[in-house]
């Protein structure tokens, strides 16, 4: 189960590897890449298939990045985080965020028994402040229905 704890500590943190932006810049993960850049988060972009993305360099794996990063943002399928974690484990990374969608029990276990730290079944873009109005009123209806970490 996800904590506030753990969401306050990975959102701490200002360099980060980011795992599933796109090439053609509609998906989901180009709109976090966009956001947090915004908010003065370092970002790395991860895509095998890219060199570059939204005018940045763009790494083919966590080995090729020019420096150590303190997280991982995975926006990817699960049966890819499943692939990914081990990557993130044998980095020394230890922390994680799957984004809602990105998460698999396989890989939170993973995690888990690897002491890393996981963030998963939320949305970066509900905690990453300043937030934009969609996000602030995403968050104020999780909060009505009970469902913030705690």
Same mark, same amino acid.
């Given at each position: 189960?996800?904590? =506030?704890?753990?969401?306050?500590?990975?959102?701490?943190?200002?360099?980060?590897? !980011?795992?599933?932006?796109? =090439?053609?810049?509609?998906?989901?993960?180009?709109? /976090?890449?966009?956001?947090?850049? &915004?908010?003065?988060? #370092? +970002?790395?972009?991860?895509?095998?298939?890219?060199?570059?993305?939204?005018?940045?360099? /763009?790494?083919?794996?966590?080995?090729? +990045?020019?420096?150590?990063?303190?997280?991982? +943002?995975?926006?990817?399928?699960?049966? $890819?985080? $499943?692939?990914?974690?081990?990557?993130?484990?044998?980095?020394?990374?230890?922390? %994680?965020?799957?984004?809602?969608? &990105?998460?698999?029990?396989?890989? !939170? #276990?993973? /995690?888990? $028994?690897?002491?890393?730290?996981?963030?998963?079944?939320?949305? !970066?873009?509900?905690?990453? $402040?300043?937030?934009?109005?969609?996000?602030?009123?995403? =968050?104020? %209806?999780?909060?009505? +229905?009970?469902?913030?970490?705690?």
């Amino acid at each position: 189960m996800t904590t =506030r704890a753990a969401i306050d500590d990975f959102l701490k943190q200002k360099t980060l590897a !980011i795992i599933g932006v796109s =090439r053609g810049g509609k998906k989901f993960g180009n709109a /976090c890449y966009k956001e947090l850049k &915004a908010h003065g988060y #370092r +970002l790395f972009p991860v895509n095998p298939n890219a060199e570059t993305i939204q005018g940045e360099r /763009c790494y083919p794996n966590l080995g090729a +990045l020019p420096q150590p990063v303190d997280a991982v +943002l995975l926006i990817v399928p699960p049966v $890819e985080t $499943e692939k990914v974690v081990k990557d993130i484990a044998s980095s020394g990374i230890q922390r %994680v965020w799957m984004q809602r969608g &990105a998460a698999s029990e396989k890989a !939170i #276990r993973f /995690c888990e $028994e690897n002491g890393i730290q996981v963030v998963h079944g939320e949305c !970066i873009l509900m905690y990453a $402040e300043p937030l934009v109005f969609f996000h602030k009123m995403h =968050r104020f %209806v999780h909060k009505l +229905l009970g469902k913030m970490p705690k």
